[in-house]
Protein backbone atom coordinates (compact mmCIF):
# COMPACT_ATOMS: atom_id res chain seq x y z
CA UNK A 1 0.00 0.00 0.00
CA UNK A 2 1.52 3.48 -1.66
CA UNK A 3 0.86 6.31 1.20
CA UNK A 4 2.47 9.85 1.93
CA UNK A 5 4.60 10.80 4.24
CA UNK A 6 5.79 14.06 5.80
CA UNK A 7 9.11 14.72 7.16
CA UNK A 8 9.28 18.26 8.92
CA UNK A 9 12.58 19.51 9.41
CA UNK A 10 13.61 22.93 11.49
CA UNK A 11 15.82 24.83 8.63
CA UNK A 12 18.68 27.27 9.83
CA UNK A 13 19.41 29.65 7.04
CA UNK A 14 22.13 32.11 6.24
CA UNK A 15 21.02 35.89 6.22
CA UNK A 16 21.00 36.04 2.64
CA UNK A 17 19.37 32.66 2.47
CA UNK A 18 16.78 34.25 5.17
CA UNK A 19 16.20 37.62 2.93
CA UNK A 20 15.55 35.30 -0.48
CA UNK A 21 13.22 33.26 1.59
CA UNK A 22 11.34 36.04 2.37
CA UNK A 23 11.30 37.47 -0.51
CA UNK A 24 9.64 34.35 -2.22
CA UNK A 25 6.62 34.41 0.63
CA UNK A 26 5.99 37.86 -0.87
CA UNK A 27 6.06 36.97 -4.37
CA UNK A 28 3.74 33.90 -4.17
CA UNK A 29 1.43 36.31 -1.84
CA UNK A 30 1.86 38.62 -4.63
CA UNK A 31 0.84 36.25 -7.61
CA UNK A 32 -2.24 34.86 -5.51
CA UNK A 33 -3.51 38.15 -4.81
CA UNK A 34 -2.78 39.84 -8.34
CA UNK A 35 -5.16 36.73 -10.05
CA UNK A 36 -7.56 36.93 -7.22
CA UNK A 37 -8.18 40.64 -7.97
CA UNK A 38 -8.29 40.31 -11.03
CA UNK A 39 -11.16 37.61 -10.96
CA UNK A 40 -12.87 39.69 -8.49
CA UNK A 41 -12.79 42.52 -11.22
CA UNK A 42 -14.16 39.85 -13.69
CA UNK A 43 -11.05 40.56 -15.93
CA UNK A 44 -9.00 37.37 -17.76
CA UNK A 45 -6.93 35.80 -14.90
CA UNK A 46 -2.84 36.58 -16.13
CA UNK A 47 -0.06 34.03 -16.11
CA UNK A 48 3.07 33.60 -14.28
CA UNK A 49 4.90 34.86 -17.56
CA UNK A 50 2.51 37.95 -17.82
CA UNK A 51 2.99 39.27 -14.33
CA UNK A 52 6.86 38.57 -14.65
CA UNK A 53 6.93 41.18 -17.52
CA UNK A 54 5.19 43.49 -15.19
CA UNK A 55 6.47 42.70 -12.24
CA UNK A 56 10.33 42.33 -12.97
CA UNK A 57 11.01 41.28 -9.13
CA UNK A 58 9.23 37.66 -9.64
CA UNK A 59 11.72 36.65 -11.97
CA UNK A 60 14.17 36.33 -8.51
CA UNK A 61 12.42 33.53 -6.87
CA UNK A 62 11.48 30.25 -7.89
CA UNK A 63 9.06 29.88 -10.62
CA UNK A 64 7.56 26.12 -9.43
CA UNK A 65 6.76 28.30 -6.14
CA UNK A 66 4.61 30.85 -8.32
CA UNK A 67 2.49 28.26 -10.20
CA UNK A 68 2.02 26.56 -7.15
CA UNK A 69 0.12 30.11 -6.01
CA UNK A 70 -1.96 29.83 -8.80
CA UNK A 71 -2.71 25.91 -8.14
CA UNK A 72 -3.56 27.23 -4.72
CA UNK A 73 -5.95 29.77 -6.14
CA UNK A 74 -7.50 27.41 -8.75
CA UNK A 75 -8.17 24.70 -5.61
CA UNK A 76 -9.67 28.14 -3.45
CA UNK A 77 -12.32 27.87 -5.94
CA UNK A 78 -13.08 24.66 -6.02
CA UNK A 79 -13.55 24.56 -2.61
CA UNK A 80 -15.99 26.89 -2.78
CA UNK A 81 -17.93 25.23 -5.52
CA UNK A 82 -18.07 22.28 -4.13
CA UNK A 83 -18.79 23.89 -0.82
CA UNK A 84 -16.61 23.36 1.40
CA UNK A 85 -15.12 27.03 1.79
CA UNK A 86 -15.96 30.05 1.92
CA UNK A 87 -14.98 32.92 -1.20
CA UNK A 88 -11.15 33.35 -1.25
CA UNK A 89 -9.48 36.11 0.89
CA UNK A 90 -6.48 38.11 0.03
CA UNK A 91 -3.47 37.27 1.77
CA UNK A 92 -1.53 39.88 4.02
CA UNK A 93 1.65 39.58 5.45
CA UNK A 94 0.02 39.24 8.58
CA UNK A 95 -1.14 35.88 6.77
CA UNK A 96 0.91 32.24 7.13
CA UNK A 97 4.19 32.70 5.65
CA UNK A 98 4.62 29.71 2.96
CA UNK A 99 5.34 28.59 -0.38
CA UNK A 100 5.46 25.20 -2.08
CA UNK A 101 8.04 23.50 -4.72
CA UNK A 102 7.70 20.68 -6.76
CA UNK A 103 10.39 17.80 -7.34
CA UNK A 104 11.17 18.81 -11.00
CA UNK A 105 14.67 17.41 -13.01
CA UNK A 106 15.80 16.55 -9.58
CA UNK A 107 15.94 20.36 -8.12
CA UNK A 108 15.69 18.93 -4.88
CA UNK A 109 18.32 17.62 -3.21
CA UNK A 110 19.04 16.83 0.56
CA UNK A 111 22.38 15.70 2.10
CA UNK A 112 21.99 13.73 5.14
CA UNK A 113 25.90 13.11 6.11
CA UNK A 114 26.04 17.13 6.04
CA UNK A 115 22.26 18.20 6.97
CA UNK A 116 21.73 20.50 3.63
CA UNK A 117 18.36 20.49 1.86
CA UNK A 118 19.02 21.92 -1.60
CA UNK A 119 16.05 24.26 -2.88
CA UNK A 120 15.90 26.02 -6.22
CA UNK A 121 17.60 29.52 -6.44
CA UNK A 122 18.86 28.58 -3.04
CA UNK A 123 22.39 27.26 -1.74
CA UNK A 124 22.07 24.09 0.36
CA UNK A 125 19.99 25.20 3.70
CA UNK A 126 21.50 23.73 6.78
CA UNK A 127 18.70 21.78 9.31
CA UNK A 128 18.99 19.65 12.46
CA UNK A 129 17.42 16.27 11.98
CA UNK A 130 18.67 12.90 12.37
CA UNK A 131 15.90 11.03 10.47
CA UNK A 132 16.72 9.54 7.32
CA UNK A 133 14.88 8.32 4.53
CA UNK A 134 15.34 6.63 0.98
CA UNK A 135 12.22 7.55 -0.80
CA UNK A 136 11.53 10.09 -3.29
CA UNK A 137 10.67 13.42 -2.56
CA UNK A 138 7.66 14.78 -4.25
CA UNK A 139 7.10 18.00 -2.47
CA UNK A 140 8.52 20.46 -0.08
CA UNK A 141 6.47 23.14 1.61
CA UNK A 142 8.60 25.98 3.51
CA UNK A 143 6.90 27.67 6.26
CA UNK A 144 7.85 30.13 9.08
CA UNK A 145 6.43 30.43 12.04
CA UNK A 146 5.28 33.49 13.98
CA UNK A 147 8.03 32.81 16.58
CA UNK A 148 10.42 33.15 13.13
CA UNK A 149 11.88 29.56 13.14
CA UNK A 150 11.81 28.20 9.43
CA UNK A 151 10.69 24.96 8.55
CA UNK A 152 10.49 22.69 5.93
CA UNK A 153 7.71 20.07 5.65
CA UNK A 154 9.14 17.05 3.06
CA UNK A 155 6.12 15.11 1.36
CA UNK A 156 7.58 11.83 0.12
CA UNK A 157 6.12 8.73 -1.13
CA UNK A 158 6.41 5.08 0.48
CA UNK A 159 5.19 1.35 -0.01
CA UNK A 160 4.18 -0.11 3.66
CA UNK A 161 3.01 -3.78 3.71
CA UNK A 162 0.89 -3.63 7.40
CA UNK A 163 0.25 -7.12 8.72
CA UNK A 164 -3.43 -8.28 8.49
CA UNK A 165 -4.18 -9.22 11.72
CA UNK A 166 -6.29 -12.45 11.05
CA UNK A 167 -7.93 -13.30 14.34
CA UNK A 168 -8.54 -10.59 17.30
CA UNK A 169 -8.57 -12.26 20.78
CA UNK A 170 -10.12 -10.33 23.72
CA UNK A 171 -7.51 -8.57 25.86
CA UNK A 172 -6.03 -7.10 21.75
CA UNK A 173 -9.33 -5.24 22.13
CA UNK A 174 -10.41 -2.13 23.73
CA UNK A 175 -13.36 0.84 23.68
CA UNK A 176 -12.19 4.13 24.49
CA UNK A 177 -14.54 6.40 26.29
CA UNK A 178 -13.64 10.42 26.08
CA UNK A 179 -13.73 12.26 29.10
CA UNK A 180 -12.36 15.84 29.93
CA UNK A 181 -11.05 15.38 33.52
CA UNK A 182 -9.30 12.05 32.23
CA UNK A 183 -8.64 12.93 28.67
CA UNK A 184 -10.46 9.05 28.27
CA UNK A 185 -11.42 6.02 30.47
CA UNK A 186 -11.15 2.67 28.43
CA UNK A 187 -13.08 -0.55 28.63
CA UNK A 188 -10.19 -1.74 31.25
CA UNK A 189 -11.00 1.10 33.63
CA UNK A 190 -7.54 2.87 32.87
CA UNK A 191 -6.84 6.26 31.46
CA UNK A 192 -3.51 7.90 30.95
CA UNK A 193 -1.61 8.36 34.08
CA UNK A 194 -1.75 12.60 33.42
CA UNK A 195 -3.77 14.66 31.02
CA UNK A 196 -1.30 17.61 31.06
CA UNK A 197 -3.88 20.47 29.80
CA UNK A 198 -1.44 22.38 28.23
CA UNK A 199 -3.51 25.52 27.65
CA UNK A 200 -4.95 25.39 31.31
CA UNK A 201 -1.21 25.19 32.57
CA UNK A 202 0.14 28.29 30.32
CA UNK A 203 -3.45 30.06 30.67
CA UNK A 204 -2.59 32.95 33.44
CA UNK A 205 0.91 33.25 31.67
CA UNK A 206 -0.59 34.02 28.44
CA UNK A 207 -3.27 36.43 29.64
CA UNK A 208 -0.52 38.50 31.79
CA UNK A 209 1.41 38.52 28.27
CA UNK A 210 -1.05 39.35 25.93
CA UNK A 211 -2.08 41.98 28.63
CA UNK A 212 1.20 43.48 28.08
CA UNK A 213 0.92 43.41 24.36
CA UNK A 214 -2.43 45.00 24.52
CA UNK A 215 -0.54 48.13 26.13
CA UNK A 216 2.08 48.23 23.92
CA UNK A 217 2.23 51.30 21.34
CA UNK A 218 1.08 50.03 17.58
CA UNK A 219 4.39 49.70 15.36
CA UNK A 220 6.78 49.64 18.22
CA UNK A 221 9.89 47.61 18.79
CA UNK A 222 8.02 46.74 21.97
CA UNK A 223 4.94 45.50 21.23
CA UNK A 224 7.16 43.52 18.18
CA UNK A 225 9.08 41.72 21.33
CA UNK A 226 5.99 41.10 23.34
CA UNK A 227 4.17 39.75 20.40
CA UNK A 228 7.22 37.31 19.77
CA UNK A 229 6.92 36.15 23.32
CA UNK A 230 2.40 35.60 23.02
CA UNK A 231 3.56 33.55 20.27
CA UNK A 232 6.76 31.59 21.82
CA UNK A 233 3.47 30.50 24.50
CA UNK A 234 1.21 29.33 22.04
CA UNK A 235 3.62 27.27 20.14
CA UNK A 236 4.77 25.72 23.32
CA UNK A 237 1.66 24.73 24.09
CA UNK A 238 0.97 23.36 20.32
CA UNK A 239 3.77 21.66 20.49
CA UNK A 240 3.53 20.16 23.89
CA UNK A 241 -0.02 18.52 22.80
CA UNK A 242 1.37 17.13 19.79
CA UNK A 243 3.59 15.38 21.29
CA UNK A 244 1.42 14.02 24.20
CA UNK A 245 -1.11 12.65 21.73
CA UNK A 246 1.80 11.27 19.45
CA UNK A 247 2.78 9.26 22.54
CA UNK A 248 -0.92 8.32 23.39
CA UNK A 249 -1.87 7.48 20.33
CA UNK A 250 1.47 5.18 19.78
CA UNK A 251 0.78 3.09 22.76
CA UNK A 252 -2.73 2.55 21.95
CA UNK A 253 -2.17 1.46 18.10
CA UNK A 254 0.91 -0.88 19.43
CA UNK A 255 -1.16 -2.05 22.57
CA UNK A 256 -4.47 -3.05 20.50
CA UNK A 257 -5.42 -4.61 17.45
CA UNK A 258 -8.94 -3.78 17.54
CA UNK A 259 -10.08 -0.19 19.19
CA UNK A 260 -13.67 1.52 19.37
CA UNK A 261 -14.10 5.19 19.73
CA UNK A 262 -16.97 7.69 20.21
CA UNK A 263 -18.24 9.61 16.73
CA UNK A 264 -18.55 12.65 18.87
CA UNK A 265 -19.69 15.84 17.66
CA UNK A 266 -17.14 17.92 18.64
CA UNK A 267 -18.20 21.09 16.93
CA UNK A 268 -20.93 21.09 19.08
CA UNK A 269 -19.68 20.26 22.49
CA UNK A 270 -17.45 22.86 21.31
CA UNK A 271 -20.05 25.50 22.04
CA UNK A 272 -20.55 24.79 25.63
CA UNK A 273 -20.97 27.18 27.57
CA UNK A 274 -19.32 24.47 30.83
CA UNK A 275 -17.33 22.76 28.69
CA UNK A 276 -15.76 24.60 25.41
CA UNK A 277 -12.43 25.37 26.78
CA UNK A 278 -11.71 21.36 28.12
CA UNK A 279 -12.83 20.33 25.11
CA UNK A 280 -10.62 22.21 22.94
CA UNK A 281 -7.98 21.50 25.37
CA UNK A 282 -8.08 17.94 24.70
CA UNK A 283 -8.14 18.10 21.18
CA UNK A 284 -9.59 15.26 20.84
CA UNK A 285 -10.51 15.45 16.66
CA UNK A 286 -6.57 15.15 16.98
CA UNK A 287 -6.05 12.30 18.23
CA UNK A 288 -8.94 10.63 16.80
CA UNK A 289 -6.36 11.84 13.54
CA UNK A 290 -3.88 10.21 14.76
CA UNK A 291 -5.40 7.08 15.36
CA UNK A 292 -7.24 7.06 11.59
CA UNK A 293 -3.94 6.66 9.79
CA UNK A 294 -1.61 4.91 12.08
CA UNK A 295 -4.23 1.98 12.41
CA UNK A 296 -4.67 2.00 8.57
CA UNK A 297 -0.56 1.80 8.56
CA UNK A 298 -0.13 -0.87 11.10
CA UNK A 299 -3.24 -3.20 9.84
CA UNK A 300 -5.33 -2.57 13.08
CA UNK A 301 -9.01 -1.93 12.98
CA UNK A 302 -10.06 1.31 13.95
CA UNK A 303 -14.22 1.84 13.99
CA UNK A 304 -16.36 4.87 15.37
CA UNK A 305 -19.21 3.77 16.94
CA UNK A 306 -22.69 5.39 15.95
CA UNK A 307 -22.94 9.32 17.50
CA UNK A 308 -26.50 8.46 19.27
CA UNK A 309 -25.33 4.67 20.71
CA UNK A 310 -26.07 5.52 23.94
CA UNK A 311 -22.63 4.06 25.65
CA UNK A 312 -23.53 5.86 28.66
CA UNK A 313 -26.85 5.08 29.68
CA UNK A 314 -26.90 1.63 28.79
CA UNK A 315 -26.06 -0.62 31.94
CA UNK A 316 -22.96 -2.72 30.65
CA UNK A 317 -24.22 -6.06 32.92
CA UNK A 318 -28.53 -5.76 31.67
CA UNK A 319 -28.77 -3.68 28.60
CA UNK A 320 -31.06 -1.61 30.83
CA UNK A 321 -31.46 1.76 29.41
CA UNK A 322 -31.27 4.70 32.33
CA UNK A 323 -33.25 7.77 30.15
CA UNK A 324 -32.70 10.18 33.09
CA UNK A 325 -29.13 9.74 33.48
CA UNK A 326 -27.46 13.56 32.96
CA UNK A 327 -24.26 14.53 32.67
CA UNK A 328 -23.95 15.83 35.64
CA UNK A 329 -24.54 12.18 37.42
CA UNK A 330 -20.76 10.06 36.78
CA UNK A 331 -22.26 7.16 38.90
CA UNK A 332 -25.21 5.43 39.42
CA UNK A 333 -26.63 2.27 40.37
CA UNK A 334 -29.00 0.26 38.07
CA UNK A 335 -32.13 -0.28 39.21
CA UNK A 336 -32.76 -3.93 36.66
CA UNK A 337 -30.26 -6.17 38.46
CA UNK A 338 -28.60 -3.47 41.06
CA UNK A 339 -25.28 -3.34 39.59
CA UNK A 340 -22.86 -0.53 40.75
CA UNK A 341 -21.54 1.47 37.69
CA UNK A 342 -18.77 4.13 36.93
CA UNK A 343 -20.49 6.32 34.40
CA UNK A 344 -17.28 6.10 31.90
CA UNK A 345 -15.61 2.75 32.89
CA UNK A 346 -19.27 1.88 31.55
CA UNK A 347 -19.47 3.44 28.36
CA UNK A 348 -15.63 1.93 27.92
CA UNK A 349 -17.60 -1.45 28.31
CA UNK A 350 -20.30 -0.82 26.28
CA UNK A 351 -18.09 0.46 23.11
CA UNK A 352 -15.84 -2.35 23.59
CA UNK A 353 -19.13 -4.76 23.21
CA UNK A 354 -20.11 -2.66 20.03
CA UNK A 355 -16.73 -3.54 18.37
CA UNK A 356 -17.17 -7.54 19.58
CA UNK A 357 -20.77 -7.06 17.63
CA UNK A 358 -18.90 -5.75 14.74
CA UNK A 359 -16.27 -8.56 14.46
CA UNK A 360 -18.58 -10.90 14.85
CA UNK A 361 -19.80 -9.98 11.43
CA UNK A 362 -16.81 -10.32 10.45
CA UNK A 363 -16.78 -14.35 10.89
CA UNK A 364 -13.07 -15.52 11.46
CA UNK A 365 -12.57 -12.05 13.10
CA UNK A 366 -15.07 -12.36 16.25
CA UNK A 367 -13.55 -12.67 19.66
CA UNK A 368 -17.22 -14.13 21.18
CA UNK A 369 -15.41 -16.33 23.58
CA UNK A 370 -16.72 -18.76 26.47
CA UNK A 371 -16.21 -16.91 29.83
CA UNK A 372 -16.79 -13.27 28.27
CA UNK A 373 -18.02 -11.04 30.79
CA UNK A 374 -20.01 -9.26 28.13
CA UNK A 375 -23.81 -9.60 26.77
CA UNK A 376 -25.34 -9.09 23.12
CA UNK A 377 -26.25 -5.78 23.02
CA UNK A 378 -30.25 -5.69 21.86
CA UNK A 379 -30.87 -5.11 17.70
CA UNK A 380 -32.37 -1.90 18.21
CA UNK A 381 -28.44 -0.36 19.40
CA UNK A 382 -27.15 -2.24 16.66
CA UNK A 383 -28.97 -0.49 13.70
CA UNK A 384 -26.65 1.49 11.34
CA UNK A 385 -23.93 0.06 13.73
CA UNK A 386 -20.96 1.95 11.63
CA UNK A 387 -22.22 5.52 10.93
CA UNK A 388 -18.26 6.45 10.00
CA UNK A 389 -15.06 5.22 8.25
CA UNK A 390 -13.66 2.21 9.06
CA UNK A 391 -10.19 2.49 9.32
CA UNK A 392 -8.30 -1.14 8.27
CA UNK A 393 -5.74 -1.58 6.39
CA UNK A 394 -7.09 -2.54 2.74
CA UNK A 395 -10.90 -1.83 3.72
CA UNK A 396 -11.10 1.91 3.97
CA UNK A 397 -14.63 1.42 3.58
CA UNK A 398 -17.26 -1.37 5.07
Known sequence: MKIKRAYNLRLYPTKAQEILL????????????????????????????????????????????????????????????????AYPKFKSRKSRQSFRTIQTNNNIKIDFENHTLKLP????????DERIFE?????????????????????????????????????????????????????????????????????????????????????????????????????????????????????????????????????????????????????????VNFLEYKALWSGKILIKANRFFPSSKLCSSCNYKNKELTLKDRDWVCPLCGTYLNRDHNAGLNLKRYLIEYLNTLGTRGIYACGDCVTPLPKPFLKGMVTATVYEAGSLAL
Open 22 to 85: KKTFGCCRKVFNCMLGKIKEKEKRPTEAELKKELPFLKEVDSVALQQSRINLQRAFKNLKEKRA
Open 135 to 287: EKIRQVTVSKTSTGKYYASILVEKEIYPKKIERVTENKAIGLDMACGQFYVDSNNESPSVNPKFYRKYEIKLAKEQRRFSRKKKGSKNRNKNRIKVAKIHEKIKSSRLDFLHKLSNQIINDYDAICIEDLNIKGMSRSLNLAKSVLDNAWSTF
Open 121 to 128: KLDSIKFR
